[in-house]
């Protein structure tokens, strides 16, 4: 059976990441989160104070991206997770704080050369499912299989609302959707490598889709590309 490269773009709390993981699983194929990377050299700079309320020192970041080395290794119960310069960040990379940042920083093109470099290098064997913003447009635009994902945002701020809250995080709907739409424009608008979805994506709305149903969707289409039907 041949193997594919799946790409699953969209906006932000679309699911992509479950479905991918689920794809990923079914399949026994490669599972990255390409925004993970995106995020946790937000958390890096965060921490080296290159970025505040006000500022962001764009230049220091780019002077000091070879100081910044980032892995996907497994857990034990198989769930491959982000490590920044061998540290596990998976949770830390996760809190509004990084998600209010890390848009601007992934507007920087030196940060995109460099993640796009390491996801090149990661898919380039197949069989792996990839999700973020330009899967499907820069990274592999030859991708047998591109979804991409949409829902209405009030919707997607409610489902990021609660998984926030389940971890425990205090923060509001609000917030999250203002964080949400907020990502969405920058996303969309700048200038290197914007999300935009391509033409030979399938596009899927999940406002009103069950995480199941939707996985049996998309792995229907991934099944029929694999065999070479569709
Ligand atoms: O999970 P969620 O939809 O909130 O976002 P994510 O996939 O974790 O990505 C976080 C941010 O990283 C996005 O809002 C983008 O600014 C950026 N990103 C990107 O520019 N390109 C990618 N391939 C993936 C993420």
Redesign the pocket.
Known sequence: MRTITIAIDG????G??TVARQLADWLDYLYV????M??AVTLFALRKGLISETDFNKEALIETLSAIELEFRKNSEGKSEIHLNGENVEKQIRTLEV?EH??PV?TVPEV?RKLVKLQHAIGENKGVVM?????GTV?FPNAELKIFMNASAKVRAQR?YEELLERGDSITFQEVLDNVTE?DH??THRED?PLVKAKDAIEIDNTETNIEDQFHIILQLAKDRIAGRI
């Open positions: 906006y932000s709390s679309t992509k990441s989160d390409s925004g993970a995106y995020r998600s890390v848009s992934a995109r999700d973020g913003r330009d899967i990274v990021r990502r920058i996303d490598s």
